[in-house]
């Protein structure tokens, strides 16, 4: 069994806005294990965003809170210890791949300053040379060719594929024991993608780090995950190992999930025929409906879905394999 090294409980965001309070995420619970890949997947909005970020503790207050449950890291609550610890575990234990590398790095200093500024903030005893040395070592890690030169040069110079592996570097730079990849390979085109997921594989297995991966593309969770979430209207609706979640969808928001993923003729190079939809929208967090949060969009919805029994809980329907349905397929 692997070691767990986070775990989140019942964990409740907030925001307050113009027209009242909202729950971005209400009651999310996970568990990251060393050398293992959580998926947490959704529709955009669905919180995997802001699960992330309670986990840095990056929300922003006001107008966001943590309402309530714990982040525990290695035994420790993160969401109890003072500021400046945890600005030193952010960035050295836990480290982040934010979504847009070009807003993410700073335009007027070079690529090299930038990783070397991570290095000095948590490993202060290196020298100035040594910090240049981990610097160029960090985008050789990453496979930036020539990274001697890479080094002495500013985000625009340099392609969208390695600004993203430059972000990779500097989140690699400290070698955290948890890595969050908020939707690491968005804007690539696919081969440099699978460069990417390659090489974020690869580290895992040199460095045996546990890895967040936040994505609403199934072919990447299925290329990269052990274990996967999927979160809809800021809860877990279905929660299972990648096999089992891929060929025995619980929750009929994942089975819509997986029959949108294009496949193909392998004799044609055609997808094969339309792609199915999951009809009508995500609701509104300030106006939900009564019962299940999916009901609208369900082709199985009961009089039980519409909130005669309440909201369905996360449950058990097979060992390792949990779904929030009245009517789990089978």
């Given at each position: 069994?692997?070691?767990?090294i986070?775990?989140?409980?019942?964990?409740?965001?907030e925001?307050?806005?113009?027209?009242?309070?909202?729950?971005?995420?209400n009651?999310?619970?996970?568990?990251?294990f060393?050398g293992?890949?959580?998926?947490v997947?959704?529709e955009?909005?669905?919180?995997?965003?802001?699960?992330?970020l309670s986990?840095?503790r990056?929300?922003?207050t006001?107008p966001g809170r943590?309402?309530?449950?714990t982040?525990d890291?290695?035994?420790?609550?993160?969401?109890?210890?003072?500021f400046?610890?945890?600005?030193?575990i952010?960035?050295?234990?836990?480290?982040?791949?934010?979504?847009?590398?070009?807003?993410?790095?700073n335009?007027?200093f070079?690529?090299?300053?930038?990783?070397?500024?991570v290095?000095?903030?948590?490993?202060?005893?290196?020298?100035?040379?040594?910090?240049?040395e981990?610097?160029v070592?960090m985008?050789?890690?990453?496979g930036?060719p020539?990274?001697?030169?890479r080094?002495?040069?500013y985000?625009?110079?340099?392609s969208?594929?390695?600004?993203?592996?430059v972000?990779?570097?500097?989140?690699?730079?400290?070698?955290?024991?948890?890595?969050?990849?908020?939707?690491p390979?968005?804007?690539?085109?696919v081969t440099?993608?699978?460069?990417?997921?390659?090489?974020?594989?690869?580290?895992?297995?040199?460095?045996?780090m546990?890895i967040?991966?936040i994505?609403h593309?199934?072919?990447?969770v299925?290329?990269?995950c052990?274990?996967?979430?999927?979160m809809y209207?800021?809860?877990?609706?279905?929660?299972?190992?990648?096999k089992?979640?891929?060929?025995?969808?619980?929750?009929?928001?994942?089975?819509g999930?997986m029959?949108?993923?294009p496949?193909?003729?392998?004799t044609s190079?055609?997808?094969?025929?339309?792609?199915?939809?999951?009809?009508?929208?995500?609701p509104s967090?300030f106006?939900l409906?009564?019962?299940?949060?999916?009901q609208d969009r369900c082709?199985?919805?009961?009089?039980?879905?519409?909130?005669s029994?309440?909201?369905?809980?996360?449950?058990?329907i097979?060992?390792?394999?949990?779904?929030?349905?009245?009517?789990?397929?089978?």
């Amino acid at each position: 069994m692997a070691e767990k090294i986070l775990e989140i409980k019942d964990l409740c965001v907030e925001f307050n806005t113009d027209r009242g309070r909202i729950r971005a995420v209400n009651g999310v619970n996970l568990e990251v294990f060393k050398g293992k890949t959580l998926g947490v997947v959704g529709e955009s909005g669905s919180g995997k965003s802001v699960t992330a970020l309670s986990i840095m503790r990056l929300i922003p207050t006001p107008p966001g809170r943590i309402a309530n449950g714990t982040i525990d890291y290695r035994g420790e609550n993160l969401l109890e210890i003072p500021f400046d610890e945890m600005r030193r575990i952010r960035g050295n234990k836990i480290a982040m791949i934010f979504q847009e590398p070009m807003t993410s790095l700073n335009p007027v200093f070079t690529v090299g300053n930038q990783i070397e500024e991570v290095i000095e903030l948590h490993q202060s005893e290196l020298s100035k040379e040594q910090r240049k040395e981990k610097a160029v070592e960090m985008l050789k890690l990453v496979g930036i060719p020539s990274p001697e030169q890479r080094v002495t040069e500013y985000p625009h110079q340099l392609s969208g594929g390695m600004r993203q592996r430059v972000m990779i570097a500097m989140s690699l730079a400290c070698e955290p024991d948890i890595l969050i990849a908020d939707e690491p390979t968005t804007a690539l085109d696919v081969t440099i993608q699978a460069q990417i997921l390659e090489l974020m594989n690869k580290l895992q297995k040199e460095l045996g780090m546990g890895i967040i991966m936040i994505t609403h593309d199934l072919g990447v969770v299925a290329e990269t995950c052990d274990d996967v979430a999927v979160m809809y209207c800021g809860q877990i609706v279905e929660r299972a190992d990648v096999k089992t979640l891929f060929n025995h969808p619980q929750h009929p928001y994942t089975k819509g999930l997986m029959e949108s993923i294009p496949s193909f003729d392998s004799t044609s190079g055609q997808t094969k025929g339309r792609l199915p939809t999951i009809e009508g929208m995500v609701p509104s967090l300030f106006d939900l409906p009564d019962g299940c949060n999916f009901q609208d969009r369900c082709k199985n919805v009961t009089d039980k879905c519409r909130g005669s029994e309440g909201e369905p809980k996360l449950r058990e329907i097979s060992p390792g394999h949990d779904a929030a349905c009245f009517h789990p397929l089978s």
